[in-house]
Nanobody, 122 residues
Framework: QVQLVESGGGLVQAGGSLRLSCAAS????????MGWFRQAPGKEREFVAA????????YYADSVKGRFTISRDNAKNTVYLQMNSLKPEDTAVYYCAARYRYITTMVDYDYWGQGTQVTVSS
């Protein structure tokens, strides 16, 4: 079992930055690939970014490539999402997710956090 708790969301103006954190507890954090997803009102949950267990592989959605950076600190059991040059269309609830051993861009993750709201004003 893995418990995930996101933090760092909030209200920011377009062009601003936020850093989301996801703290994990329970089973060995370094055994899990980690992902970030988001869901806007009335839309399906979509992939944002993912990072492998040893941080040697990362994936990004085209919509955030070059603006967002995913990273992890296995010593702190934490994964981060640095979001720069934010746009109003980035407004959504952002979810952290854990998948045993491997990462994917699909929503097929084993554990999910409760989400944190990110609102970007124009």
């Amino acid at each position: 079992q893995v418990q995930l708790v996101e933090s760092g969301g909030g209200l920011v103006q377009a062009g601003g930055s936020l850093r989301l954190s996801c703290a994990a507890s329970g089973s060995s954090f370094s055994s899990y690939g980690m992902g970030w997803f988001r869901q806007a009102p009335g839309k399906e949950r979509e992939f944002v970014a993912a990072i492998s267990r040893r941080a040697d592989t990362t994936y990004y959605a085209d919509s955030v490539k070059g603006r967002f950076t995913i990273s992890r600190d296995n010593a702190k059991n934490t994964v981060y999402l640095q979001m720069n040059s934010l746009k109003p269309e980035d407004t959504a609830v952002y979810y952290c997710a854990a998948r045993y051993r491997y990462i994917t861009t699909m929503v097929d993750y084993d554990y999910w956090g409760q989400g944190t709201q990110v609102t970007v004003s124009s």
